[in-house]
């Protein structure tokens, strides 16, 4: 009886046409192979299951094929069917994640005195190489760096930030990756017998559910045949224990709405039906970045059904932004929560609640979440309740005029001086960084939400009638809503009428940015101080680095 073999194992590939993805990794080597310049040590790098593995199996058969065909092996020569063959000594495996010790690697190290037997090149394949310990790297460096015409070491990692840089150096590095969804289903209905119908939304599911690996692909297409039943998107969602698509556009409805008592019920229920809280959690933040997808491109992230991205759209249109990156960034960090939590049930039902409850939540994120949505209320016609006026104070009994005293007349309230008319071309009336500070303090007062957009980032200077706010990596998500027009003339207004002259207003990256001129900072931060102090009394000692 014939023993059955996994489909990740029927359907790895033999030749670099075979292989999914890597075009750019692909073309190199058969480039390579073609034409006879091969190095001595090669470093594939990348997540799991994206072909580090199988791509090196195929280099050491191209390389040394008698009849190869535009860099791939043929197959059928006698040095690719020796090398094949598991027994061949001209092609060894090592896995470093169970052999990390000195010893293994010296032991194969000592191999490499003997040249192969039938073959052009000996190939030694050393898998998860990170894990070696470092008299074990110190043992394969002096190999690395003289080895022997014939042999080629290819070194496989997840984890290449972790090999000695005396290592990396002496390697071609080629990192591999993750695999488009896209490929992964059009590799995926290959598999399938014509007979078997699969839904496009189930082999979509199985390549979202891989996030980029063929191999663990492969691994859940096995699973969901196993069960005899038609590959439908039910079918699939039951073998990787998630929840409909519409249980996820419900939940997301409910903390929409804020109904804290919805919420809890729909967990109930989704505990109920024996749900996994991290498998959730992982689907729910998938549908949160195809709903803010939707909000800033109006496309989803992976392609979907007219009804699908109608509802996509529907929900995106309730929600700001903001929301939903708050609703994201605590359903990340929920998921991670659960995985080392005694009862994931309770992450689940907390993080439900903070994100109803976002009027007890004292962070800058839930302060936020709360100015978007009086923003959202404004800009559907919803008033401000205006502020309580005082009561007068009572007015003390009239005084009986008498003709020998007169009160003089009260003075007239002083009028508040207007400000000349902003010239075109005309000399700025203050510094910079004055300006900067004034306009910071009538948005506080004015624009509350705005400033609190605006206080996130730094003051990034001012060149050529520009104010530029600098952002931090971990905020440039609110650049593009700063740099929106109707908010960055907002801006520009107020800081016009603070500078006397007309200027614009542009948010930043940082890393994206030229770095503050600091220099110039610090003389406009002396002049203001001495404007203040007196430049007599100030004293500026220099950094003796």
């Known amino acids: 009886m014939t023993s059955y073999q996994s489909l990740y194992r029927t359907w790895r590939p033999h030749r670099f046409s075979d292989m999914v993805g890597q075009e750019a990794t692909r073309r190199m080597l058969k480039n390579q192979a073609r034409t006879g310049h091969v190095a001595h040590a090669y470093l594939f790098c990348g997540s799991h299951g994206t072909g580090k593995t199988s791509a090196a199996r195929i280099m050491a058969l191209a390389i040394n094929c008698e009849n190869p065909q535009e860099g791939d092996p043929c197959l059928v020569c006698e040095s690719c069917k020796n090398l094949s063959n598991e027994t061949s000594l001209d092609l060894m495996e090592m896995d470093a994640a169970s052999n990390s010790s000195v010893d293994n690697v010296r032991l194969m190290l000592s191999k490499t005195d003997y040249p192969p037997q039938f073959v052009k090149y000996k190939v030694y394949i050393i898998d998860e190489v990170h894990m070696l310990s470092g008299a074990a790297f110190n043992a394969l460096l002096k190999t690395l760096e003289e080895p022997p015409p014939y042999m080629v070491f290819i070194l496989a990692t997840t984890e ?116 996994d809280v991290q498998v959730f959690l992982r689907d729910f933040s998938a549908h949160l970045r195809q709903v803010l997808a939707v909000k800033l491109t109006g496309e989803p992230i992976h392609p979907v059904g007219d009804t699908m991205l109608q509802r996509l759209r529907q929900q995106a249109n309730g929600l700001s932004e903001i929301n939903l990156v708050r609703m994201l960034e605590k359903c990340m960090q929920a998921e991670t929560d659960a995985r080392w939590a005694a009862t994931p049930r309770a992450v689940l039902e907390v993080f439900a609640l903070r994100i109803c409850q976002v009027d007890q939540e004292q962070d800058l994120s839930g302060i936020l979440a709360r100015l978007s949505q009086l923003e959202s209320a404004l800009a559907q016609g919803v008033h401000a309740v205006p502020r309580e006026t005082p009561a007068p104070k009572p007015q003390a009994a009239p005084v009986k005029e008498t003709p020998a005293l007169e009160m003089p ?84 207004q107020l800081l016009q009428e603070e500078m006397g002259s007309p200027v614009t207003f542009r948010a930043a990256r940082q890393e994206a940015d030229q770095a503050v001129d600091q220099e110039a900072l610090a003389k406009e931060n002396i002049t203001l101080l001495s404007q203040v102090f007196g430049r007599e009394k100030i004293v500026v000692k220099s950094d003796p680095n």
């Open 160 to 275: 290449p930030q972790k090999l000695p840089a005396t290592i990396l150096s002496r390697c071609q590095r080629f990192d591999f990756g993750r695999i488009a969804d896209a490929q992964i289903v059009g590799r995926l209905r290959q598999a399938l017998p014509e007979a078997d119908q699969a839904a496009e939304e189930a082999l979509q599911l199985i390549a979202s559910a891989a996030e980029g690996s063929m191999r663990d692909a492969w691994s859940l297409l096995d699973m969901c045949m196993a069960s005899g039943l038609a590959l439908s998107e039910e079918t699939v969602r039951e073998a990787l224990g998630s929840v409909s698509q519409e249980v996820l556009f419900d939940f997301l409805d409910a903390l929409a709405r804020r109904d804290s008592a919805d919420t809890l019920s729909q967990v109930n229920t989704l505990m109920r039906q024996g749900r």
């Open 409 to 492: 007349a009260p003075e007239a309230p002083a009028l508040p001086i207007a400000k000349p008319p902003v010239q075109a071309g005309q000399a700025p009336a203050v510094l910079p960084k004055e300006a900067w500070n004034r306009m910071l303090k009538r948005l506080g007062q004015e624009q509350p939400g705005l400033f609190s957009l605006v206080h996130r980032g730094r003051f990034g200077g001012y060149q050529d009638g520009t104010f530029t706010l600098l952002l931090p990596p971990e905020e440039s998500i609110f650049a593009d809503m700063l740099n929106d027009p109707a908010r960055a003339q907002e801006v520009s």
